[in-house]
């Protein structure tokens, strides 16, 4: 396969996967804002530092607003993260790969990005937006389905999924680091109701609210959501259930082209450490500390998975 | 689809007795699904200049144009017998140049084209062939009256539109494929890369590695370059993929570097080679030049093949055929004035108004001017800039195309069209049995360029 090509697969997949995390954030931010009665303008501030475009929406914008974060977060070119922007680069990565995808997989992002297109021409009325988000989340579901349904269990499928989940951990990383120091055990404000909407919040905008509950109890404990969150390895957006699937895919990769990189060294020691430390051990160390490491080394493996399969020399 | 005598002419008349039974309404909303199923593939095109329509979607008629076997036949012959003539032309004039000797062809036409490339002189590609894959432009007056327009012999286009109007037509209208014996287009990736391998270079040992070489994503073609590497099974490279390694060009891959041996490329010959040709080209590979004339790799369309189908070269073209095959052509010129002789550039000055007048080395109907249609205005401005640079431009007179029908909102009306039938050459001449039919939407309109509002139709030859 041409080393463009599986560069091609693995920023379509991560732009995909980032879109709908995108959708997943203003959801959760809309939420948040539903179930509070004062300002919200900070959660809005926190959506943003999540999404990692704090800085860029101050370049941008005078005044913090929740109207104008949406917007900026939903569809705003200027923004190379926003919903419509990772739409229209996933598409266009998908255009450059065409010959590697299944007819089903690229007409499923080919009428993503048609729909989306028509669909946030316009700033969004806040009626709309429930039906929006969903939308977002309906297409994003439809290419994956047409992926799964379709694709052949070969390299072009093993850099997709490789794409897919180096970004959906570092979403998961971003999402709980912004909202870390509400997660550690501070005495005045635990048990507080206010406290409950953030920590449920973090758990919606992973879509694992209801998850949750299942797992552990109806109770949010700052440790049970770190531990769902990082150390699960059934939580399909925990750190360790992507590093799973990283190493795996990795793994027939090596064992197709019987050669390993230092790529697969780094995933599979971080691997190894997500399953080895204790939640407890990690938040006594410092849990900002610990996700700012986790996102460095996830960017140093996208590095080295570009330079050992030769995306571009 | 009608004779004089409003019966339906012969190879329409199973398809009329179809269309009178259908309801007018659902063959619009038909025509709508067409449409829907072209804009989800994302069959599309760019059109330079317009920076708000960075994809759009060639309209597809879907009243197919219908050509009955025997007059195909006719039309296969003078195709073939042209297609041979050209290669020939071709191998002449970059070794012995017989044809200038023999004074049949003015030695600074061909020495002084920047078409012509000396770095071609005296290197002969694999198998002789020059002309892998040639489109020619063919436009019909009336019964069995055809005539060349252009030979598109060095990259032409539209195949897929061809192969995607068949496939949309089959899925919308099975049945009449049950009731006409319509010719199969569909083979053509299978033919094409068959063609391709068979034509391997000298330096390639094994199983052939055939690749299509593309401009890439913001190419007004880069959806045909990625639908026939599909169909073919094979890569669809950039030259940023691409790499002169041991004296073979390879590939970067994600195990590391691959030989390709075949290249069928849809990048100019301009942008082939920064070595030999343009320093400032991105899109092409730097030495590949050397590998070819080393024998070491295949590029279809040969490099050089634009002297065959200038334009300025076309008006020979009947002494072409006939000298090196011997016969009179089969298919006739559309008679033409070079503007950069004076005699000639006087008429055309006179008669604007019912010539077309084409630039020499334009293409896809940019800067040429339609007198017969054009204000008089534009007629003014346009002569300016023929007295300007005359030899920069041919004329021909506008001919009483034939039309076919179309589908409109109040039933059908008549249109002009053309038609491009896709010619395969390696040991052999193969002619696929269609081609791109290219329709003229405006009533009367004799511009048939996608770039000018121009749609497609399916295209069928019926077997009898």
């Given amino acids: 396969m041409l080393g463009r090509t599986a560069n091609g697969l693995y920023w379509m997949f991560r732009h995909i996967e980032r879109a709908e995390n995108g959708a997943r954030l203003i959801d959760a931010g809309l939420r948040m804002s539903l179930t509070r009665s004062e300002a919200t303008e900070d959660d809005w501030e926190g959506v943003l530092q999540s999404a990692g475009v704090r800085e860029l929406y101050d370049q941008v914008h005078d005044q913090l607003t929740s109207s104008d974060a949406i917007d900026f977060l939903l569809r705003d070119t200027a923004n190379p993260s926003s919903v419509m922007s990772c739409i229209e680069s996933g598409r266009h990565n998908a255009r450059m790969v065409r010959t590697a995808l299944t007819r089903e997989t690229w007409e499923a992002t080919n009428e993503c990005w048609i729909d989306m297109k028509a669909m946030l021409a316009r700033k969004v009325r806040p009626a709309e937006m429930p039906e929006v988000i969903d939308a977002i989340k309906r297409r994003a579901g439809l290419i994956r389905g047409a992926f799964h349904g379709t694709m052949l269990r070969n390299e072009i499928f093993n850099f997709s999924r490789i794409g897919t989940f180096i970004e959906r951990a570092d979403n998961t990383a971003r999402i709980l680091d912004v909202k870390y120091y509400v997660l550690l055990p501070a005495v005045s404000a635990v048990g507080s109701s206010m406290d409950n909407v953030q920590w449920e919040s973090i758990l919606r905008s992973v879509s694992a609210h209801r998850a949750y509950g299942w797992v552990y109890d109806a109770e949010l404990r700052p440790a049970n959501i770190a531990d769902f969150l990082i150390s699960n390895g059934r939580m399909p957006r925990s750190l360790a259930y992507c590093y799973e699937k990283i190493v795996s895919n990795l793994g027939y990769l090596a064992r197709e082209y019987g050669e390993k990189h230092a790529a697969h060294e780094t995933a599979e020691q971080t691997l190894e450490s997500l399953r080895s430390r204790s939640i407890d051990d990690i938040m006594d160390q410092g849990l900002h500390e610990y996700l700012e490491e986790f996102i460095r080394h996830n960017n140093r493996l996208g590095q080295e998975i570009t330079d050992g399969y030769r995306f571009y020399h | ?464």
């Avoid at chain 2, 249609?373 to 300007?388: D, N, P, Q, S, V």
């Fill in chain 2, 1 to 464: 689809m009608m004779n004089a005598d409003s019966s339906p002419r012969r190879p329409y008349s199973t398809y009329h007795e179809w269309y009178a039974s259908q309801d007018r309404n659902r063959l619009i909303a038909k025509s709508k699904e067409a449409e829907n199923i072209f804009r989800k593939t994302g069959i599309t095109f760019a059109v330079y200049g317009h920076a708000d329509s960075s994809e759009k979607l060639i309209p597809f008629d879907l009243i197919p144009r219908i050509i009955s076997g025997r007059e195909w036949r006719k039309l296969a012959q003078g195709i073939e017998q042209r297609v041979i003539a050209l290669n020939a032309f071709l191998d002449d004039i970059y070794h012995k140049q017989e044809i200038i000797r023999a004074g049949r062809i003015p030695r600074e036409l061909i020495e002084k084209n920047d078409a012509f490339l000396p770095q071609m002189i005296g290197f002969r590609p694999p198998g002789g062939v020059y002309t892998h894959i040639v489109g020619t432009d063919i436009v019909r007056t009336g019964e069995d009256q055809f005539y060349v327009l252009e030979d598109n012999a060095r990259t032409p286009s539209g195949v897929s539109y061809m192969l995607e109007n068949r496939e949309t037509m089959m899925q919308m209208f099975p049945e009449l494929f049950h009731q006409n014996r319509v010719r199969p287009v569909e083979n053509y990736p299978y033919l094409l890369r068959q063609s391709l391998s068979s034509l391997a270079p000298p330096g390639c040992t094994g199983k052939p590695r055939v690749a299509v070489l593309t401009p890439g994503i913001y190419n007004s073609a880069f959806y045909e370059h990625a639908f026939l590497a599909d169909m073919m099974g094979v890569e669809l490279v950039e030259g940023s993929d691409l790499r002169v390694i041991d004296g073979k060009v390879k590939m970067r891959t994600t195990r590391g570097y691959e030989a390709i041996d075949v290249l069928y490329r849809r990048v100019d010959d301009d942008f082939l080679d920064p070595l030999t040709f343009r320093p400032d080209s991105a899109l092409g590979i730097p030495g590949i030049m050397d590998v070819y004339r080393a024998g070491n790799i295949t590029i279809a369309n040969a490099p050089g093949t634009g002297i065959s189908d200038d334009k300025a070269i076309y008006s020979y073209m009947p002494e072409i055929v006939e000298f090196y095959t011997g016969r009179k052509p089969l298919l006739e010129n559309v008679p033409t004035w070079r503007c950069s002789e004076q005699p000639s550039l006087k008429y055309v000055l006179e008669h604007l108004d019912e010539l077309v007048v084409k630039e020499v080395h334009g293409s896809g109907g940019y800067g040429m001017l339609v007198g017969p249609t054009a204000t008089k205005r534009e007629r003014a401005a346009f002569a300016e800039k023929l007295k300007e640079r005359p030899g920069n431009y041919i004329a021909q007179p506008t001919l009483s195309l034939s039309t076919v029908p179309i589908l409109v909102n109040k039933g059908i009306a008549p249109r002009h069209v053309d038609l491009r039938p896709y010619v395969l050459v390696s040991d052999k001449v193969q002619i696929i049995p269609g081609g791109l039919t290219r329709v003229a939407l405006k009533e009367g309109s004799l511009v048939v360029n996608s770039s000018q509002g121009g749609g497609t139709k399916d295209t069928w030859v019926l077997e009898d």
